[in-house]
């Protein structure tokens, strides 16, 4: 049956049916009374020539508007949405008395018209500016915190009254200050103070050189004392003084314990076959690690000579002539060297650290033209920066090189006296301690003249002669005696 037959009344059912199966391409139940609520999405067909797919018809708008509320007037389409209308959007310029471009944004001021759709240009993000979080104060580890609001200082009104105009700040400056009843101290006399000695009291009031003399007999005390010139000071038979770090080599006070322990602190080392005279060959030094390992390498080919003397291999040779004494030390031979090859000298292994090397250390040469049987000692620094500090060494023992003077005769280790030797009498001759047997004097002689009235053996001179006959007085006797062929004859 058909259910809008003529006189047939549908039931509440029958239209709930009905409506049902007339869904259309809205998407929900056909709205036919006013004030109805569409479920789910308004889908239309697509807009074509003929007619739009949705259309508003232009009326008035509404009295109070709600949020989602969207109408359309004669001057355009609103839309109601958090509290506020929005519209009309319309046909239109906006018009206003200035407008610029920041960055991609248009900015416009007291504008009017109608309202503007842009191309949808969207805002680069910002982060917000961090600022130091803790630690407030103190050490620590930062932490930072993003910026806001309540860490901006609150803007205060700032009158100002123009730079000339500008008042100075107030200035409070104490004035009248009283003096009166604050301590003085007065500066107590030498007498006032206890516990020195007599002679030490007399010094601090006079200090004269006596009254200090007098005041180092009974005081002692602690410190250095520093005299303005250079003293000579007598010092006890009991005196002492500090007794210095061993190897020290500066002119302090040495101390009888210092001088024991440098004696007793002799390191005697190997003995080496042979010592350098003069500095080696052109060599290149290479330092080794701290002088392990160290060399002295020849810069040119050629046999390795050593005072007079052809070095081995494995020969122990004293290095101590070099222009750079820090390469100076004791080396064994590790290249002898030849026509073909350069000579090598590598740093002994017990005497290749710092610790190696100390003050006084010996060693005995056994072979060489001119250092043979001779021994010497490290006399430049205690343990020394091996390839920094000089290394040097001098002799403190050995059999030397002498020779005879004039008038002196070698034989063996003993010296005397050449009594070979002629003397020349014909130019001047210290004749001192020595003999002449009837010596024939030829020439003009001289002679010291003696004093008047000397009566000795001693030559006269005729200097003498001619003072003693001048002093002669005329008429005296003088006692001659005349020697005749009978005899002497002596007149009376």
Do not use: C
Not at 420 to 449: E, F, M, R, W, Y
Not at 453 to 467: D, E, K, L, R, V
């Amino acid at each position: 049956m058909n259910p809008f037959s003529y006189g047939n009344v549908l039931t509440a059912g029958q239209w709930s049916y009905l409506f049902s199966q007339k869904q259309d391409a809205l998407g929900y139940t056909p709205v036919n009374r006013g004030g109805d609520t569409m479920q789910g999405p308004l889908n239309t067909q697509a807009s074509t020539s003929d007619g739009a797919g949705f259309s508003i018809p232009p009326g008035a708008a509404p009295g109070v508007p709600v949020d989602g509320q969207i109408w359309m007037t004669i001057f355009g389409l609103f839309f109601q949405i958090g509290g506020e209308t929005i519209g009309p959007i319309a046909n239109g310029t906006i018009v206003g008395p200035s407008s610029s471009v920041v960055g991609d944004i248009p900015v416009f001021s007291t504008t009017g018209g109608t309202a503007l759709a842009d191309s949808g240009i969207s805002l680069a993000s910002q982060l917000p500016n961090l600022i130091l979080a803790t630690p407030a104060f103190g050490s620590g580890v930062p932490a930072f915190r993003a910026l806001i609001g309540a860490d901006l200082p609150t803007p205060q009104p700032v009158a100002l009254g123009g730079v000339k105009s500008a008042a100075a700040p107030p200035h409070q400056f104490g004035t009248g200050v009283d003096t009166s009843g604050n301590p003085t101290f007065a500066q107590p006399a030498i007498s006032d103070v206890s516990g020195l000695a007599a002679n030490m009291l007399a010094f601090l009031a006079g200090g004269t050189s006596a009254q200090l003399a007098a005041a180092m007999v009974d005081e002692t005390g602690s410190g250095p004392l520093v005299f303005a010139t250079n003293p000579t000071v007598a010092l006890g038979s009991a005196s002492t003084a500090v007794t210095q770090t061993p190897g020290d080599n500066s002119t302090k006070l040495a101390t009888t314990a210092y001088v024991q322990a440098a004696i007793f602190a002799t390191t005697t080392l190997p003995a080496t076959r042979l010592a350098t005279t003069t500095a080696l060959p052109t060599v290149t030094y290479a330092n080794g690690a701290s002088g392990v390992g160290a060399t002295l390498t020849a810069s040119a080919n050629g046999a390795l000579t050593v005072d007079g003397v052809a070095a081995n291999l494995n020969d122990v040779i004293l290095v101590k002539n070099q222009a750079s004494s820090f390469q100076n030390g004791i080396y064994t031979v590790t290249a002898t060297g030849s026509a073909g090859a350069p000579f090598v000298l590598t740093r002994a292994t017990y005497y290749n650290l710092s610790a190696d090397i100390d003050l006084g250390d010996q060693t005995f040469v056994t072979g060489g033209a001119t250092q043979g049987a001779t021994t010497w000692t490290q006399n430049a620094k205690e343990n020394p920066v091996i390839g920094t500090d000089p290394i040097t060494f001098a002799q403190t023992a050995g059999v030397g090189s002498y020779t005879a003077g004039n008038g002196l005769v070698l034989a063996g280790t003993q010296f005397a006296i050449d009594t070979t030797i002629v003397t020349d009498l014909s130019s001047a001759q210290s004749l001192s301690n020595k003999t002449l047997v009837s010596p024939a004097l030829s020439g003009v002689p001289t002679a010291p003249t003696a004093a008047a009235g000397t009566n000795s053996a001693q030559i006269a001179s005729t200097a003498f002669a001619a003072a003693a006959a001048a002093t002669a007085a005329a008429g005296s006797l003088v006692n001659v005696q005349v020697k005749t062929a009978s005899g002497t004859y002596t007149p009376t």
